[in-house]
């Protein structure tokens, strides 16, 4: 059966460490994997995008890294903040077929 | 803001009741979703309009009746509900063109949500 997988459903780290978050999907071929951060009662809001082509992806402390081999994207934030802290989705498409969602990690970064 | 309102924000309904959620987006995009998000689950996708045609329904029970009158808003119509529906409903929107890849290739903007509670 069909498969998204976050590594923990709550992941605690000190300020000024990376984090890191992985997202293993079964069964998907996604062209593209995108990462989302969501705030307690609030809608996800967009923070990456990773092609099936593309290795790796970096937007300011993010990096994104995107293996179809091994059927995992890893979400790296550098230099974590407690702003950082949040619930933090995968989601993938499925050629098309359809848009699915990861449960998500919620990430507290503790000062 | 992300440019996607939605109304009303909280919704306390019986089972017995009809109501609306409504979403609206600002964006000049040509695709809206519908999202269910209850506790402790994922994000369920409930249904996809792209150009106001209906693209996707992932067996939504019947209950649950989408509209999509133009590319900029969305309606939910709920009518006899269970309590087992109470959610998070969330609206988005992205630009969509299955010649540039489909759904993924876009990020989505996500309207704030309307807190539905059933009793």
């Known amino acids: 059966s069909q498969k998204i997988e976050q590594n923990s459903e709550a992941l605690n780290i000190q300020e000024g460490k990376t984090a890191t978050l992985t997202c293993n999907y079964t069964?998907?071929?996604?062209?593209?994997l995108q990462w989302y951060r969501q705030d307690p009662g609030r809608g996800p809001v967009f923070l990456l995008l990773?092609?099936?082509?593309?290795k790796e992806k970096r937007k300011e402390r993010l990096k994104v890294t995107f293996d179809t081999t091994l059927k995992q994207s890893l979400f790296h934030i550098t230099a974590s903040q407690p702003a950082d802290s949040a619930t933090y989705l995968c989601a993938l498409d499925n050629y098309g077929q359809n848009f699915v969602f990861g449960p998500g990690t919620r990430l507290s970064v503790l000062p | 803001e992300t440019g996607v309102t939605q109304t009303p924000r909280h919704l306390v309904m019986g089972m017995t009741n009809k109501k609306s959620l409504k979403c609206e987006q600002h964006?000049?995009?040509?695709?809206m979703y519908w999202y269910k998000q209850s506790a402790k689950k994922p994000l369920e996708l409930m249904f996809v309009?792209?150009?106001?045609?209906?693209?996707e329904n992932n067996s939504v029970p019947s209950r649950f009746s989408p509209e999509c009158p133009n590319s900029s808003h969305l309606f939910l119509h709920l009518h006899t509900l269970q309590p087992e529906d109470s959610a998070l409903y969330l609206c988005?929107?992205?630009?969509?063109?299955?010649?540039?890849?489909?759904?993924?290739?876009?990020?989505?903007?996500f309207g704030p949500g309307t807190r539905l509670t059933v009793l």
């Open positions: 069964n998907y071929s996604p062209a593209y």
């Open positions: 309009y792209s150009l106001e045609e209906r693209v």
């Open positions: 990773i092609r099936e082509n593309e």
């Open positions: 964006l000049g995009h040509n695709a």
């Open positions: 988005a929107s992205s630009l969509y063109s299955r010649a540039s890849g489909g759904y993924g290739n876009n990020e989505q903007f």
